[in-house]
């Protein structure tokens, strides 16, 4: 296997190395490096998730169901003069970059992504990106419905996107801690590895909306509704199995104190998309398309 900085040069339709691409040798890398490099990951993942759920567990805890971890009623709450600026310099900056971007041309994985929503359009159903194709089939959806599919239509649909999860984002935080809630949307929206994908024809902020909604259910003690914005979070993008196994070790903690069978119940949209995963890795041989 072979150290790959970009897919740049590699056919990703053929699955090869493209011919124009540059020859050189692969230095190869000692054992003990990759043993190393997953034993880290692996630490990585299970210190993140155990820190993040025991950091929940006084706000999630059975005792604290309805008090700390239930939102308050954000629907009686009034826009501030500072929120309703920030609102205004938000709007601003991403209306000046949508049109500052819109017309330029198709960055890296956005060209597969193109092409992809085109098959869609055009009635051919194969994937040649490694994501699923969740993300392509609404867009595509859209188009069909709108007929609009210039590349500048659907960096437009994606900003539209991209205000939903805005949105979502503060609503979130609104229903958890109003205080800060609209000082961490302007750190959130202004993230610097984040902020380009705003524009773009990417997967990325359409799983991330779907992944906020989730945690947002959560809250609402929606349990159901978790576990299947979770599962079309997967038909978007398949790593996000990460983010549901996490959400359902949140829901068995904030269910810990109910009887086993009400438990179970509680997580059984988790475990059915577990289980659809699973069944797609077999068939599909593999986590990428």
Not at 41 to 68: E, F, H, K, N, Y
Not at 117 to 139: C, L, M, P, Q, S
């Amino acid at each position: 296997e072979g150290v790959v900085d970009d897919t740049l040069d590699i056919d990703r339709t053929a699955f090869r190395v493209g011919r124009s691409a540059p020859r050189r040798a692969d230095p190869g890398a000692p054992p003990w490096i990759r043993v190393t490099l997953w034993a880290v990951t692996m630490l990585g993942l299970l210190g993140g998730l155990t820190s993040l759920t025991i950091g929940r567990v006084v706000r999630a805890g059975p005792d604290m169901a309805t008090g700390q971890f239930a939102p308050q009623a954000i629907t009686k709450q009034r826009l501030t003069m500072n929120q309703w600026l920030s609102l205004l310099f938000v709007m601003t900056v991403m209306g000046a970059c949508f049109l500052a971007v819109r017309s330029m041309d198709l960055r890296v994985d956005e060209q597969e992504n193109q092409a992809q929503i085109e098959r869609y359009v055009a009635g051919n159903y194969r994937t040649i990106t490694g994501t699923t194709g969740g993300f392509h089939a609404v867009v595509a959806i859209v188009s069909t419905l709108t007929g609009q599919s210039r590349k500048e239509d659907i960096r437009l649909l994606v900003l539209l996107i991209s205000g939903a999860t805005m949105l979502v984002f503060w609503w979130l935080l609104t229903s958890v801690d109003p205080q800060v809630a609209t000082v961490r949307t302007l750190q959130f929206v202004f993230f610097p590895l984040l902020f380009p994908f705003w524009f773009l024809i990417y997967s990325d902020v359409f799983a991330l909306m779907l992944l906020l909604l989730a945690v947002l259910a959560l809250t609402l003690r929606r349990f159901h509704v978790t576990g299947m914005l979770m599962i079309v979070s997967l038909v978007v993008r398949q790593t996000y199995i990460v983010w549901m196994a996490l959400l359902g070790l949140w829901t068995v903690i904030v269910n810990v104190a109910e009887p086993l069978r009400s438990l179970v119940t509680r997580g059984a949209s988790f475990g059915i998309g577990a289980g659809l995963f699973l069944l797609f890795v077999i068939v599909n041989g593999g986590v990428a398309v």
